[in-house]
């Protein structure tokens, strides 16, 4: 098909930016009339669909291979081969959607990574996690329709990002799925395990570590009390998970880096995967970011629970964590790793999802102690 120009997407009823190259728009894609496409990064692979629904602005963004957005807002986000988005999609930097993850209407997204298949139903908010789960279109993780991720705290702090799953397990598209019902929440920072399953309706207060449980979460008690905002009470807890999930972004992109170059065709894969890298740095650099914020907050929280007879192991870690935070975030920023030479000669057998299943055993197992290892790397920076 000839490429066009954007003389005949005008015609058409599509504003093209003068910034874009239009060799980075794939001839066969499709775009409806209303939508505007712009940014000098932006690439379309072939196969793709936009505004089908409603009109699409779409801004410096990646899209694999038969990506298809229906309309909305999406920005600075990368959607790998089969990715799709209802309309009414607020999508904003720093997301990922892997290979066949996907969201019905009206879903907003900010520093968000789905692994492949994971789901998102309608009228969601799930800002700065990390999900994934499930071996198939058929098999996958899902957050019910009306579902928020609470990713803002009354001491204005935002060091809150979940991990639902995990990279070292989750990239080999093996793991049971896990189930966040409708109409529900949970509050970041927490981990949930996969097999999990969240009752619809209730707010995820914690951690849910063991697997292939039901969680049904508690509604707490009526009434009015003292609080004090900035004070916090969980350190250890808050530390340790966003030390858990700035290891597994490490871990993902050291597969990013060492694995999926296996799997690029042409430059329309490249795009993505250099979209892909340069949104897990944006949000390994928010990450440490906002743990640096709340290792401030500290300060101010250490030193009333001091003066109000607050338990003493807490203003410990507190106190601690502040005191170590400059040479603890110069350590998170330095990390690196060495490659696990197997998948450094990675050989595709057909599709991404294709060779990630029919590894062997033997293999899957290296690749989990490998990404595992380095999330222990990023936890054990720092020993309270």
């Known amino acids: 098909m000839k490429q066009r120009t954007r003389a005949d997407w005008k015609q058409a009823g599509v504003d093209i930016g003068e910034e874009i190259d239009l060799s980075r728009i794939a001839s066969d894609v499709i775009i409806h009339s209303g939508s505007r496409i712009q940014g000098s990064e932006t690439s379309i692979a072939p196969g793709c669909e936009l505004g089908a629904e409603a009109p699409l602005v779409l801004q410096n963004c990646q899209l694999g291979r038969n990506v298809a957005l229906k309309g909305g807002y999406v920005a600075g986000s990368v959607f790998f081969d089969g990715a799709n988005m209802g309309s009414g999609a607020h999508i904003r930097a720093g997301t990922i959607l892997e290979e066949e993850a996907n969201g019905a ?112 979460p508690i509604v707490p008690k009526a009434g009015t009390g003292p609080y004090k905002t900035g004070v916090y009470s969980r350190a250890e807890r808050l530390i340790q998970n966003n030390l858990i999930y700035i290891g597994n972004i490490l871990a993902l992109r050291e597969w990013y880096r060492n694995v999926r170059p296996a799997f690029v065709r042409d430059a329309f894969d490249q795009a993505v995967l250099d979209g892909g890298l340069k949104n897990l740095d944006l ?72 060779t990630v299943q029919s590894l062997e055993a033997s293999v899957k197992e290296a690749g989990r102690a490998w990404l595992q290892s380095i999330v222990d790397t990023a936890l054990n920076s720092w020993n309270n």
């Open 105 to 216: 209407h009206t879903v907003g997204l900010k520093q968000t990574i789905f692994l492949p298949f994971v789901t998102a139903g309608s009228l969601i908010n799930f800002c700065d996690a990390l999900m994934a789960g499930g071996t198939s279109r058929k098999d996958h993780s899902e957050i019910g329709s009306s579902y928020v991720h609470f990713n803002f705290t009354p001491h204005q702090d935002k060091a809150t990002a979940s991990l639902i799953g995990d990279v070292p397990r989750g990239i080999f598209l093996d793991q049971n799925p896990i189930f966040l019902g409708g109409q529900g929440g949970l509050v970041g920072p927490a981990r949930i395990a996969f097999g999990s399953v969240v009752a619809a309706g209730g707010i995820c207060r914690k951690d849910v570590l063991e697997e292939d449980q039901l969680h049904i």
């Open 283 to 354: 949000i390994l650099k928010e990450r440490v970011k906002r743990l640096g914020d709340v290792a401030e907050k500290f300060k101010t929280s250490f030193k009333f629970l001091e003066k109000t007879g607050g338990a003493q192991v807490e203003i410990e870690t507190q106190k601690q964590f502040n005191n170590d935070w400059p040479e603890l975030k110069t350590t998170l920023e330095s990390l690196c790793f060495q490659p696990l030479e197997h998948f450094q000669s990675l050989e595709p057998a057909g599709s991404y999802i294709e």
